[in-house]
């Protein structure tokens, strides 16, 4: 019996993990319901990306002041919302507690789009 492409077509959500580094604790799976990007979509988030990096980018000469910090943060959760549409948290998933988590496990904003990037290929992670 044939397929029709129908049946391939992905789900507007779906669920993935992301390796979050703890303190003391190592790298903690961190549930999270990801949207789907078709093709268009993802070229856009991948610039979106890059020009985050870019527009942070701090060297040993010129490192970022507090408030650029505390603004890249922001503008890494708001990035977040757009490829997340909830965590495992019983606190609400919002730009401010996204922020607020990123002031704390510093590497959690590179964990959760490397986690969305997985998921989203289909990519299968080591046991």
Do not use: C
Request: proline share 5%; aromatic share 12%; hydrophobic share 45%.
């Amino acid at each position: 019996m044939a397929k029709s492409l129908a049946s391939f077509a992905p789900t507007p959500t779906f669920k993935g993990t992301a390796d979050v580094p703890v303190a003391g604790k190592g790298p903690q799976p961190l549930g999270l319901t990801f949207r789907f990007h078709d093709t268009e979509a993802m070229k856009a988030l991948s610039a979106e990306f890059t020009a985050l990096q870019d527009k942070y980018k701090a060297t040993a000469e010129a490192p970022l002041s507090d408030e650029q910090e505390k603004d890249m943060r922001v503008d890494q959760a708001k990035l977040v919302m757009k490829i997340v549409s909830a965590w495992e948290f019983s606190d609400e998933f919002s730009v401010e507690n996204i922020t607020q988590f990123f002031v704390t496990h510093a590497f959690a904003f590179g964990a959760i789009v490397t986690g969305f990037f997985q998921a989203h290929s289909g990519a299968k992670t080591k046991n």
